[in-house]
């Protein structure tokens, strides 16, 4: 198998502090990859590094064999790696709908097209339904998507960043602040769109990773301390002492 | 999926008239407006307002569907302006053999042009920092008029003849009502544009930038680019306007640029409300009624307009189209009647109240300005001594018992707006 995303010695310092400490990491393609870590291990930080957020300090990021440090999001986006967010990053004004339909138009090559009329183009709009059927916001579509309940904002958020069909899908803690009911769904529409794609997460919900995952990476204060399977991660007593050490100092 | 491609080709096939309907009715109104309203006066308040609803339209390009705002719009349909006369002139020494109709989109052009070189480095931030930038240059750009004399002509600026023009099938632009629908004819073609360009992918973007820019730039777009495009549209039809405001007066000066014209189209917009398409065309018509209507009997009319703006902007920041949009829901319900009274009780104590707080500022105002020795005024009909104590006693009473009265009102008006508002029972066929 090859690799989906690779780092090599990848840091991160906002002035003398650094948060990410030379990460190396290969994901292959068609793997469901979990990062997991204490409360300020720089998980979001390492998410906004690859996807091109940040800029990184040192070390690469490539996507797909191809070096992708320090491009822009869009950029990035169109080399097929799309990503959602922790805190839920929609477009509040504009209906459902149109929230989906402006997530596929890019890759359906419209481009900064101004000679289509967005409403006359059939295909896209069928596909904006599809995709709506598919995140259970159909009945919702024509609401603004700032007024929808936090859960079905979640599912926008997780529908805004598979749409578009990228090869590589990163989610940002997609089940945070989810009911229990709420979680089971989240978790069935995380493994029906990501079905054989590169599906990389970052989640506190122990449950969710151990369910969804194929491989777990550790990470504590910037470093990766292992990646394995979940069954060896679960046993690995260098991440329960750290991991679960952390965890208990939080509490 | 069969069932959603059925509601999709149901919404996506909406009938002709609900399509078109509106456009039609726009086109005759157009045609139709000044067969009712023939008087010199109302051509000229037409040929401006169409003028400015095109401007107050362009600008809503930036602010209201790209979330950007300028304080320096005018600077587009200024140069827009400068460069019709200009053409006008050309045509008039024989350089150039052009139709005057065709003369604004010279001024499209070159506001594009200007929009594209600003906009390069102005809009690769929205929020303060454009707002900031677009104020600059449009000091700049004023400023730069009265030192390029040769293009802006100075103080007194550029003058130029319309009628110089070849004459095509009778029409040489002599007469107001030939300009008129000229300018008619622009405004439905580049209000039909700009209303089809928020429909374009770039269109929807400039949506999605305007509510998140960050995020857009994680499906693809990147929001300088998305920005840059919107600023460039808004400036030619910025342009556009400009060039008809120069066939309509023949004249444009350093005033048609500078930050008094760039703040009138803000108020037009955000008084008409920014949220709407049609927002800037009510604020458009709205703003001219007051500028050309409200000044033949008030000299203070800007302060009003002011007052206007501000009460917009505290209480209905959706604007007057918001005010509108805002019974829609009841129009739907088929309640607007329950409405009627309680309007007419909270509405007729505030026009009281209203009139008395007009009738101080005005005879304030009269007692200040007036020449020494002239103490007689008139007020819609009434001559009264403003040195005397009997008139500030009527508007003072005018508007304390106006306003109290209209105070007591607003709990029924309040009710009666739920009672319009409430979700409908199930026996009343509510399709919701």
């Not at chain 2, 008084?271 to 001219?288: D, Q, R, S």
């Not at chain 2, 019974?327 to 309680?342: D, I, N, Q, T």
Request: hydrophobic content about 45%; overall charge negative.
């Amino acid at each position: 198998m090859t690799s989906a995303i690779e780092l090599k010695d990848l840091r991160k310092n906002f002035g003398p502090a650094e948060i990410i400490r030379g990460v190396s990491l290969d994901i292959k393609k068609g793997e469901r990859h979990a990062i997991i870590g204490p409360n300020g291990a720089g998980k979001s930080t390492l998410f906004h590094l690859i996807s091109g957020r940040y800029n990184v300090s040192g070390g690469s990021v490539s996507l797909n064999g191809e070096n992708i440090s320090n491009l822009p999001p869009y950029e990035i986006y169109r080399k097929g790696l799309s990503r959602s967010f922790q805190v839920t990053n929609i477009f509040p004004r504009m209906s459902v709908f149109e929230n989906v339909r402006c997530s596929l138009m890019w890759v359906s090559e419209y481009k900064y097209s101004f000679w289509h009329l967005v409403d006359r183009e059939k295909k896209l709009n069928v596909r904006t339904m599809e995709v709506l059927d598919e995140i259970g916001l159909t009945s919702r579509q024509h609401v603004p998507a700032g007024v929808l309940t936090y859960a079905e904002q979640r599912a926008l958020e997780i529908g805004i960043a598979a749409a578009g069909g990228a090869g590589v899908i990163m989610l940002d803690e997609p089940t945070a602040g989810m009911s229990h009911s709420e979680t089971d769904q989240a978790i069935e529409l995380i493994r029906r769109i990501t079905a054989g794609k590169t599906l990389v997460m970052v989640e506190h919900d122990m449950g969710v990773v151990f369910d969804l995952a194929d491989r777990i990476s550790v990470l504590v204060y910037g470093e990766i301390i292992a990646t394995d399977t979940p069954e060896n991660i679960r046993n690995n007593k260098a991440v329960k002492e750290a991991y679960l050490g952390a965890e208990s100092e939080d509490a | 999926m069969s069932e959603t491609t059925n509601t999709l080709t149901g919404v996506m096939s909406l009938s002709l008239t609900k399509r078109f309907g509106p456009w039609f009715f726009l086109a005759i109104g157009l045609i139709v407006l000044p067969l009712i309203f023939s008087s010199n006066i109302s051509v000229y308040t037409m040929n401006l307002m169409g003028i400015f609803i095109i401007f107050a339209l362009s600008y809503n390009m930036l602010l209201g569907q790209g979330g950007m705002l300028s304080f320096g719009h005018a600077v587009y349909f200024g140069l827009g302006g400068f460069m019709s006369v200009h053409f006008m002139n050309y045509v008039e020494a024989g350089i150039v053999n052009l139709p005057v109709f065709v003369l604004p989109i010279f001024g499209g052009v070159i506001g594009l042009v200007f929009a594209l070189i600003i906009g390069s480095f102005s809009t690769r931030r929205s929020g303060t920092v454009f707002a900031m930038i677009s104020l600059g240059i449009g000091e700049l750009i004023a400023s730069c008029s009265l030192i390029f004399v040769a293009f802006f002509g100075g103080e007194e600026g550029v003058t130029g003849d319309r009628t110089m023009g070849p004459v095509i099938m009778d029409v040489d632009f002599a007469q107001d009502i030939e300009v008129y629908y000229l300018i008619a004819a622009w405004a439905f073609i580049t209000i039909a544009l700009m209303y089809l360009f928020s429909r374009t992918p770039m269109g929807r973007m400039a949506n999605a930038v305007r509510d998140n820019d960050e995020r857009s730039e994680f499906i693809g777009y990147s929001q300088q680019r998305v920005r840059l495009i919107s600023f460039c549209a808004s400036g030619f039809f910025a342009g556009i306007a400009g060039g008809l405001f120069a066939i309509n007066f023949e004249i444009v000066t350093e005033e048609n640029l500078n930050a008094l014209t760039s703040g009138v189209v803000l108020l037009m917009a955000y008084i008409g409300g920014v949220g709407f398409f049609i927002g800037p065309i009510v604020g458009a018509v709205v703003f001219t009624l007051l500028q050309t209507l409200l000044s033949n009997y008030t000299e203070i009319w800007q302060l009003y307009v002011g007052v206007l703006f501000v009460l917009t902007v505290m209480y209905v920041p959706q604007g007057l189209t918001g005010i509108l949009a805002m019974h829609g829901p009841a129009f739907k319900m088929k309640r607007l009647s329950v409405l009627f009274v309680p309007y007419l009780r909270m509405g007729v104590p505030t026009l009281f109240m209203l009139a008395g707080i007009s009738g101080f500022l005005e005879i304030m105002h009269h007692v200040r300005s007036a020449a020494v020795g002239e103490t007689s005024m008139s007020l819609i009909g009434f001559e009264f001594d403003s040195h005397g104590v009997m008139p500030w006693v009527i508007v003072g009473v005018l508007a304390v018992v106006g306003g109290i009265v209209s105070k007591t009102q607003l709990p029924q008006m309040k009710d009666a707006w739920e009672t319009a508002n409430a979700p409908m029972d199930s026996n009343e066929g509510a399709s919701s």
